[in-house]
Nanobody
Framework: QVQLVESGGGLVQPGGSLRLSCAAS????????MGWYRQFPGKERELVAT???????NYANAVKGRFTISRDNNKNIVNLQMSDLRPEDTAIYFC?????????????????WGQGTQVTVSS
C-alpha cells in the first residue's frame, strides 16, 4: 500500500492562489488513481479532483476552471493548483490514492489517505 503526505496549505486572500502537493511512498507502482478531496466543517468529505494513471482527470463542478490537478516530473507526486480562491473553498484538503495489488489468491483494492492540510481563504 502507499503512504501520502500533503504540503502547501495555508492562509490566502480571496482571489489568490495556492498550490498543494502530495508525495506518495510505498507501493506507488500499484496506484491507479490519485487525487484530492476536501472536507468542510460539519460536512462529509467530497471530491475535488482526481487523475487516473492514464492522465484522465475528473473535477468537481465547484472547482472547474479554477483548480488544476497535475503530476510533476516525479510520478510519485501529485499537485493541485488552486486559483481564484473563494472563502467557500476553506476546508481541510486530503490527498488520496486508490489502487490494487495482485496476490496469489486475488486482486486486492485499496484506498489511502493523507493526514490533510488546512486551506483557509479569508481577508
Amino acid at each position: 500500500q502507499v503512504q501520502l503526505v500533503e504540503s502547501g496549505g495555508g492562509l490566502v486572500q480571496p482571489g489568490g492562489s495556492l498550490r498543494l502537493s502530495c508525495a506518495a511512498s510505498g507501493r506507488t507502482l500499484t496506484i491507479v488513481t490519485m487525487g484530492w478531496y476536501r472536507q468542510f466543517p460539519g460536512k462529509e468529505r467530497e471530491l475535488v479532483a482526481t487523475m487516473h494513471k492514464s492522465g484522465w482527470t475528473n473535477y468537481a463542478n465547484a472547482v472547474k476552471g479554477r483548480f488544476t490537478i497535475s503530476r510533476d516530473n516525479n510520478k510519485n507526486i501529485v499537485n493541485l493548483q488552486m486559483s481564484d480562491l473563494r472563502p467557500e473553498d476553506t476546508a481541510i484538503y486530503f490527498c488520496y490514492a486508490a489502487g490494487g495489488i495482485e496476490s496469489d489468491q486475488d486482486y486486492r483494492e485499496y484506498d489511502s489517505w493523507g493526514q490533510g492540510t488546512q486551506v483557509t481563504v479569508s481577508s
